[in-house]
Every structure is written in C-alpha cells, then in structure tokens.
C-alpha cells in the first residue's frame, strides 16, 4: 500500500536561513512521483515541486529543491533563504500510475522574523 | 475561464439531509479526486476516479456517493449528512498521476449542524 510520512508536525526557522520538511514514503511500484504542496493560512493547495522515481537528479523550482534518496524512500524539501511568506502547511504527497494519489500528513512551517 | 472549479464554496446544512458538492474541470483530465481535510488528518482520500464511469473508494469513503458520467464532472454527494462530515472539501484533477501534478480546486467548506 502507498504511504507518506511527515514526522514532524511543526518546524521554525529563522528568516533567510534554510530548512529541510522531511518526507519518507512507501511503495511497491517501480514508477511514482513525488510532490510537495504549500497550504497558506487562505487555504488553496500551490504546488511545489515535482521528482520522478525515474529522475537521476534531485529536482530545483527557484528556492525550493527536493533531496531524493530513493533507497532509503526519502523525499525531503528542501527552502533555502526562507521568507516570511513560507509560513504554511506543507504537504508530501505520491502519485502511483495507475493507482491513486496520496498524502502525508503536513508540516506546519512558521519562519521567524 | 479554464481549470477546476468546487461549487459549493460555502454551505450550512442539517444532519439527515442531503448535500452535493459539485466539481467541474476544462483540461479532460482523467483522474478526478475528493480530499475532505479536517485539523490533524491533512487530507484524506475519499472517492477517486481514472474515467468517465470509473471510481473507486479511497481512505474514508463511508457515508459519501459519486459519479462520473462525465468526465469533466465528479459530483459529491452526502446521502444523509452527519456532524462528523463537517470538514473543507477539496476536489482535485490529474492528466498522469505519476508525473503529472494534481490540480486543486478552491475548497467547498462544509457545516453540519
């Protein structure tokens, strides 16, 4: 069965330094994907970042990268530089083809001034 | 306007009656999905759907009907609302579910009093 670990409910960081949200996952399927998502206070669902089980290199979206360990089924998120505006739930997640889609169950991220 | 929208955003409804949430894309993506989020669970599976008349339960399926005869369309039906279906409902959408992401719709709030 797929499953995302987040085990860490809450997290600070001071602004401008870099913070990694930890993301284990499991599956038994050869071809996935990993996301992360962003939930501010508003509400909506932003996406992140994207890696394919397939993809030899860690993926980068501007401040964002995502350290891919695939042995050890890892997926962290990686915000270098954090801004104010990072303060959000943050969300892991896993697409199977052919299957469905699922989360962890969120890190609350609040950067400090 | 393009892109996934949640009809309902916001309802009051009483315990024993009927509610559906409406969920409407334009991208003809195939998989089509009902996340309800409530504090301390992220988001939780409940329907999903790989076509047109194909759905299949998810985590928390109990007390919750759909359909898909369209596939731009994934209706959410509560049968007989409960107090414990209050929740903030999010419908999302996907052309490949593992290298694709999910998009998300705005969220339909829902209060059972």
């Known amino acids: 069965a797929q499953k995302i670990t987040q085990t860490q409910p809450g997290m600070f960081v001071q602004e401008k330094e870099a913070v990694t949200l930890d993301c284990t996952y499991d599956t038994s399927d050869p071809s996935y994907g990993l996301f992360w998502y962003k939930q501010p206070s508003s509400g909506e669902m932003i996406f992140l970042i994207y890696?394919?089980?397939?993809?030899?290199q860690n993926a980068t979206e501007g401040r964002y990268s995502l350290n891919f360990q695939k042995a050890r089924k890892s997926a962290n998120l990686v915000i270098s530089a954090s801004q104010l505006g990072d303060s959000a739930m943050y969300f892991c997640?896993?697409?199977?083809?052919?299957?469905?889609?699922?989360f962890g169950p969120g890190t609350r991220l609040s950067v400090l001034p | 306007d393009a892109g996934i929208t949640q009809s309902p955003r916001y309802k009051i409804t009483e315990t024993g009656r009927q509610v559906t949430l409406m969920c409407h894309q334009t991208w003809s993506h195939s998989y089509m999905f009902w996340y309800r989020q409530d504090l301390g669970h992220g988001l939780r599976l409940i329907y999903y759907?790989?076509?047109?008349?194909?759905?299949d339960k998810g985590e928390v399926p109990d007390g919750y009907v759909v359909s898909r005869s369209k596939t731009e369309n994934f209706p959410l039906t509560l049968e007989s609302a409960t107090r414990s279906q209050t929740s903030v409902y999010f419908c999302?959408?996907?052309?490949?579910?593992?290298?694709?992401?999910?998009?998300f719709g705005e969220g339909s709030r829902l209060t059972v009093l």
């Open positions: 759907s790989a076509a047109a008349d194909i759905t």
């Open positions: 890696q394919g089980s397939y993809d030899q």
């Open positions: 999302a959408s996907s052309g490949q579910l593992n290298t694709g992401e999910l998009f």
């Open positions: 997640a896993m697409g199977n083809y052919g299957q469905n889609f699922v």
